[in-house]
């Protein structure tokens, strides 16, 4: 089987977006996953994110590791630079592919299975380093790709379709993103598109590491009862505690306007992010506050969504390492060479 | 024992591990090699910091051969626990020094050799206050008495250490006096003991001494690396660090301190594997150095690579496995696990450099085939290049180089194309195109490690799966003319016998060969620098009728290449193998040579 490609239609009066782009030029191949999975609701959110932020699709670079979930960074910007790498190691690809062009706009696909299992390490430590980026973890509590095993995600108690109970506690990568430094965590539901969206347009401006947990039930093997990744058990103890959206610079909100719902939050690039909190007494700037919260509503089974935290003004790794502002790979080789002159005079003390 | 006594034999140092021998012994070289007279350093060191046997051998050698000797001439036991073994390694006719602050009868068991005490302990007792000094200038005290037993200048000594602590001149004193004690002392008593003397030359005129982690960090920066990721491992750390240490002396914008470049320590191997291909996929030049378990680590994105085509650097600075294996001794081990690193078919570019010139050379090469030919390039180096100082030529540059970034379609190019396909061979070449992101839109592609047919796409159909694969051998196949071509020596004489070795082996086969040719046995010579190997090497071996394959590893892995990769019978090439973790020397070449050349004829 060779790879499908979407056929281009454009309906007349179809909206554009500011480089006079429809919806569909941030389109990519055919999914080839299961009708229903809610990894294809995902794409279509983050294809339409990127349309929303008028991002010129070629300045965009998409990569992920091996799963369901990573293999949609095929089916959107046909555009785009997409790198499909090996299972678990996609956040050190993107690692270096941002040390070398720190000025692409990076979206990261992966899954439970691929993040928190095989890719935990690489996972953590791309947080710790606050890489710029947005990172996709599209969770189902199971390994798709490979036919339903339980994920490190699968909560306890959660059953396997043919009725095997996971005894293991989760790990939950929202609690750990907290812990290791992510300076933009949130949780999402597939089905929930108004939330989404707006959340990924504010990771994608975001500087820094910004994770977004996508509930994103696997319809296939973990779509049961007894399943607590499935789309009935999600509706059922769904919470949007904080609903964020990025407002471009030339779109900045008045002080006056509702100032007691809504917290701008200033960006790099002059834009903001407006939270509006669902729920009182909500800061997500404190990250303490955030894991409280967390810790509690996983006592009551609640899944709670939204911006849970954000940190806009930590370094991001490009930051740390000092590199100027010029991207690596536009650095002429004339600059870099010390030249004969110099490499003479290094080795007088070598003698 | 040799007649030439003069600038002709060796010195080993024994002592203990994280006591500050190494300056001290670097320092003794240097004297050596600053009168003029050209040296071989080798140090062999514990897996540990502190505590633990370490030596140093320096060979002082005016013919400027470059492998072991073989034979230990003076011995300097500063350690205890390795007297004894220390005592038996001794060449007849050698002199054992140690310190007699505690007197050890038993050394006079061996009546072939002269002992020589001085109470090194004793004196920078009694000469130094603190605790640290006394340990560190009994040292240099040693420096000292050898100094006066082989006649060494001392203006240089002096000269020396005014350079080597200029920033921290209240050093100069106290290690000008712990000289003193021990030259003063070995002078008056032993004044005219010894036979072995270095009188100065000027042999070293345009020499250097350098080891090669050193010289391929320095090569990364000449030839343009931008971004390196690594973790931490013995002995490939100190590569990484050379290339750190000349970033921060080149690369930083004085008035601004901006990096024009970037340097990741990675979570692991697997971690710093990811971050070059990252890297390269988005056309940055880069690299990661390593040693065999990080390669064992990284060997399923190595396959990525190949298959998807991204250039990728790695330097593996071997060391003796398999597992963990002995970290600090070294081998050739790792030949065959490169050549072809990661499940399914694959085959890799290696380079082999035998000196720190080399890897300078080829960390430039590297660079530059890895963009060329879009794939994984290894350069193969081990603890004996990448550790010690070698004395070689001065390393020297040429202005005009130009990186050879490979075929890279900017937007121009891509302006006049209908549709850009990633994998098409367009120019015939077996080498396709590629693109970087953030650059074009027509130029967007799919890197993909699951099967791609020739224009990139997603493809379960065999044959253009097939398509793929195929020309990918064929591309490594075609690069064998374009990596260092191998170095011939030809025999004085006509002869049917041969040699082919590698890497680090090359100083003590040709010294070996030297003495067999002197005794009227001829062997030509060829060192291979590249796989997949250049006609010539199986043109060479033809011409003989039998090769003697010399390499440092137990399984015979060059000549199970050479065999794979050549129409040559199995029983034409000899294997002889050295793979204790030390060093080469030549006389194990010779001994092996002889008696494989002695049974061959009886045979
Ligand atoms: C090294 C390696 N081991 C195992 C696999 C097999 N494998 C492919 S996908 C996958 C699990 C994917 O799970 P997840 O990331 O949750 O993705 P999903 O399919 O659920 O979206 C596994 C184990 C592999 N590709 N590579
Ligand atoms: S198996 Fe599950 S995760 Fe994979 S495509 Fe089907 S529904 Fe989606
Ligand atoms: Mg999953």
């Given amino acids: 089987m060779t790879s499908f490609t979407k056929p281009l239609i454009r309906r007349r009066n179809e909206p554009t977006n500011e480089l006079g782009l429809v919806r569909a030029d941030y389109d990519g191949a055919m999914s080839t996953l299961c009708a229903g999975c809610g990894h294809d609701a995902v794409t279509a959110s983050m294809a339409r994110a990127f349309f929303e932020l008028s991002i010129e699709p070629h300045r965009a670079v998409k990569v992920s590791g091996i799963g369901c979930s990573s293999k949609t960074t095929a089916y959107f910007l046909r555009e785009s630079h997409g790198i499909n790498t090996v299972h678990g190691r996609m956040p050190s690809v993107a690692t270096g592919a941002i040390a070398a062009n720190h000025e692409l706009t990076y979206i990261g696909v992966s899954g439970d299975g691929d993040s928190l299992s095989i890719g935990l390490g690489q996972f953590v430590h791309a947080m710790r380093r ?92 973990n779509d049961h009862k007894g399943s607590t990744k499935s789309y009935e058990h999600t509706y059922k103890y769904y919470n949007p505690a904080v609903h964020a959206d990025y407002v471009p610079p030339s779109k900045q909100i008045k002080a006056a306007y509702d100032a007691g719902d809504i917290m701008p939050i200033e960006l790099h690039d002059g834009g903001q992010i407006t939270l509006r909190k669902l729920e009182n007494g909500y800061d997500p700037r404190d990250r303490a506050a955030a894991v409280n919260k967390l810790f509690e509503s996983g006592q009551s089974n609640e899944i709670i969504t939204g911006l849970l935290y954000i940190d806009e003004d930590h370094k991001d790794m490009h930051e740390m390492a000092r590199m100027e502002d010029r991207p690596l790979n536009e650095i002429p080789y004339a600059e870099l060479n010390p030249g004969a002159a110099k490499l003479k005079e290094l080795q007088k003390g070598f003698r | 024992m040799s007649d030439l006594l003069v600038n002709n034999f060796t010195i080993k140092v024994g002592n203990v591990n994280g006591t500050g021998s190494a300056s001290a012994n670097a320092l003794l070289m240097k004297i050596i090699f600053r009168m003029g007279v050209p040296v071989v350093g080798k140090n062999i060191f514990p897996s540990n910091i502190q505590g633990l046997p370490t030596w140093y051998e320096i060979r002082v050698t005016e013919k400027g051969y470059r492998g072991r000797s073989g034979d230990i001439d003076l011995m300097v036991a500063m350690n205890p626990e390795s007297y004894k073994r220390d005592l038996a390694e001794l060449s007849p006719g050698g002199i054992l020094l140690y310190d007699d602050t505690w007197p050890r009868p038993h050394f006079l068991t061996r009546t072939d050799i002269t002992v020589i005490g001085v109470p090194l302990a004793r004196m920078c007792n009694a000469a ?25 200048d001392l203006d240089i000594i002096h000269t020396l250490l005014r350079e080597m602590f200029a920033s921290k001149p209240k050093l100069i004193d106290l290690n000008l006096q712990a000289i003193a004690l021990g030259y003063d002392y070995a002078k008056e008593n032993f004044g005219d003991v010894s036979k072995f003397k270095v009188k100065a030359r000027d042999l070293t005129k345009g020499k250097v001494m350098m080891d090669g982690n050193t010289t391929a960090g320095l090569g990364c920066v000449y030839g343009g690396a931008t971004f390196g990721a690594w973790y931490p491992i013995t002995p490939s750390t100190s590569l990484m660090d050379a290339f750190v240490k000349y970033c921060k002396q080149l690369r930083i914008n004085p008035d601004t301190g901006k990096h024009k470049y970037c340097i990741i320590q990675a979570e692991d191997e697997l971690a710093a594997a990811g971050m070059i291909i ?135 190019d891509l302006e006049g194309m209908e549709k850009f396909h990633r994998y098409l061979d367009t120019d015939g070449d077996h080498i396709p195109y590629r693109t970087l992101p953030g650059t074009d839109p027509k130029g967007a592609y799919f890197t993909r490690g699951s099967g791609h047919n020739k224009f990139g796409g997603y493809t379960e159909d065999g044959a253009e799966y097939k398509e793929v694969v195929d020309r990918l051998v064929m591309k490594w196949a075609s690069a064998a003319d374009k990596l260092p071509a191998p170095v011939v020596r030809k025999a004085k004489k006509p002869t049917k016998n041969a040699i082919i070795s590698i890497g680090s082996c090359d100083g003590a086969v040709i010294e070996a060969r030297d003495k067999l040719g002197a005794d009227g046995v001829y062997l030509n010579y060829m060192r291979v620098r590249g796989f997949p190997f250049s006609s010539e090497v199986e043109a060479f071996i033809a011409e003989h009728d039998q090769v003697f394959v010399i390499e440092q590893n137990r399984d015979a892995q060059l000549r199970g290449l050479l065999l794979e990769h050549t129409n040559t019978p199995r029983e034409k090439l000899v294997p002889l193998l050295h793979y204790s973790g030390e060093p080469l020397d030549y006389k194990f070449v010779r001994g092996a040579l002889s008696e494989a050349l002695k049974i061959r004829k009886s045979a």
């Fill in chain 1, 130 to 221: 606050n890489v710029n980026m947005l990172y996709m973890l599209e969770n189902n509590g199971v390994y798709g790709l490979t036919k339903g095993q339980f994920s490190a995600a699968a909560d306890m108690g959660s059953t396997a379709k043919k009725g095997a109970v996971n005894e293991l506690p989760p790990i939950d990568p929202v609690s750990l993103a907290l812990a290791v430094g992510a300076t933009f965590v949130a949780r999402a539901f597939s089905g929930d598109r108004e939330q989404l969206v707006p959340l990924i347009k504010a990771g994608l401006k975001h500087k820094g590491f910004g994770l977004i947990d996508v509930i994103s039930p696997c319809v296939s093997f």
């Fill in chain 2, 128 to 152: 130094f206050k603190v605790a640290r000094s006394r340990i560190l200038m009994k040292n240099v005290a040693y420096v000292g008495a050898v100094a006066a037993l082989l006649d060494l």
């Fill in chain 2, 278 to 412: 990252g890297a390269a996929w988005n056309g940055a030049r880069c690299f990661t150095p390593t040693s065999g378990p990080g390669i064992s680590l990284m060997s399923e994105f190595i396959g990525f690579a190949y298959y998807t085509e991204i250039p990728m650097v790695l330097f593996d600075i071997q060391r003796t496995g398999p597992s963990t294996g002995m970290p600090t001794r070294t081998q050739q081990c790792d030949i065959q696990l490169c050549a072809y690193a990661s499940h399914g078919d694959t085959a890799h570019i290696l380079l082999f450099p035998a000196d720190p010139s080399e890897c300078f050379d080829m960390a430039v090469n590297a660079l530059d085939l890895a963009e060329r030919f879009q794939t994984p390039v290894f350069v193969l180096s081990d603890i004996d290049i990448g550790m010690n100082d070698w004395m070689i030529d001065e390393l020297s540059w040429d202005d005009n180089y130009v990186p050879d970034r490979g075929k890279i379609l900017l937007p121009e």
